[in-house]
């Protein structure tokens, strides 16, 4: 699983094909993403923003920013993990995520931890 870390920040990413939710004829491919996010430092944090790079199989580059992950800005205390999963619907049988979440640690001070670049692939399928 690809997995960054950033300044104590652990991420680890986890793809998988939703065939039930794609349609293929439609050039509909629908995909979830699991996120764990481990803070090992020893400063507590608080995801506040996120940033997303998403590559469709011909190049196409959409960014997606926004508050938080799925409604919640999660804090984590040293030692403890955060898991979410989401999704994404592409045109194309492949292409990648990748990005930032922007970490605020309890004194202040903030950066942006990195997010792997994962592959999103229809099994079966070649590029």
Do not use: C
């Not at 794609?22 to 090992?40: G, H, K, L, M, W």
């Amino acid at each position: 699983m690809p997995t960054a870390v950033t300044e104590g920040i652990r991420v680890t990413v986890e793809s998988r094909y939703l065939e039930d939710h794609s349609q293929p004829d439609d050039d509909r491919f629908a995909f979830a993403y699991f996120v764990t996010i481990a803070n090992e430092g020893t400063a507590r944090v608080q995801l506040k923003r996120r940033h997303w790079i998403i590559t469709d199989g011909n190049g196409k580059v959409q960014e997606v920013e926004g508050p938080g992950v799925v409604g919640e800005e999660p804090v984590l205390e040293p030692g403890r993990e955060h898991r979410y999963q989401s999704g994404a619907v592409l045109t194309t049988p492949v292409g990648t995520m990748e990005g930032t979440y922007e970490m605020h640690e309890a004194g202040g001070r903030v950066f942006k931890a990195e997010i792997p670049r994962f592959g999103l692939q229809r099994p079966g399928t070649l590029h």
